[in-house]
């Protein structure tokens, strides 16, 4: 099978930067990495798939830095209030997140449910799982909601392990109704994290002001 020739790799390097417009890929961009004659033509691409989900820059999001100002083909970022309201829309709404924690074995990542409640994030795993042994010698976690060209990124703090016997019930209705439900899984544990910091961006141009939350109070005005 040949290699994907070098402009691909360039083209796919991190962090991914949201391509606004309806660009045609190059046939080397589209056929990599399975080959030049997997996919045929830029046409032939399978349909509908957003340029920042293929992971795709333009030309201007390439030069970055120099931002969206003046540049066409750069969006144009949103504003601190619409930041704010996109996180706390995101954190009420969705309901998967990623949870990082570290501890002396090293870092550990899970993929996980969650709900909110009021200002605390809810979620549940194994009372002897690597995540609950790490929180409780660390203290704090690390919550991405979204994707990476769309996200809001919460670094928390442990507010508690609370047994299943004791959790409210409508906090442990909710979470059943977007996971699994601890109440009939033995040895299951809730987990209450509380935002510290969050930031939200969406791409390069929404990297300056991404932070809408320091120690735990949402900000009027940002700081970056």
Known sequence: M??????WLVSFDLPFVPA??????????????FGPASFGTASQRPPDRPPHERGVRTAAARAWPGGAEGNPEMPTPRTHGERVAAARLRLQQEFQMWLSTGGSTGPHLIPV????????????????????????????????VGTTSDVVMVDTALDGLVPVPEVASDVA???????????????YVYIRLLPRRIQVWNGFHEFPH?????KGEWLSDPVD
């Open 113 to 144: 449910a969650f709900v909110g409640d009021n200002d605390a994030i809810v979620t549940a795993t194994g009372e002897n799982s690597r995540t609950v042994r790490n929180l409780l010698e660390a203290g704090r976690a690390r919550v991405a």
């Open 210 to 214: 991404r932070t809408v939350m320091l």
């Open 20 to 33: 606004y417009g309806r660009r045609q890929l190059t046939d080397w961009a589209v056929s990599c990495p």
């Open 173 to 187: 209705d909710r979470f059943a109704a977007v996971s699994h439900d601890p109440r009939q899984m033995p040895g």
């Open 2 to 7: 040949p290699r994907c020739p070098d402009p």
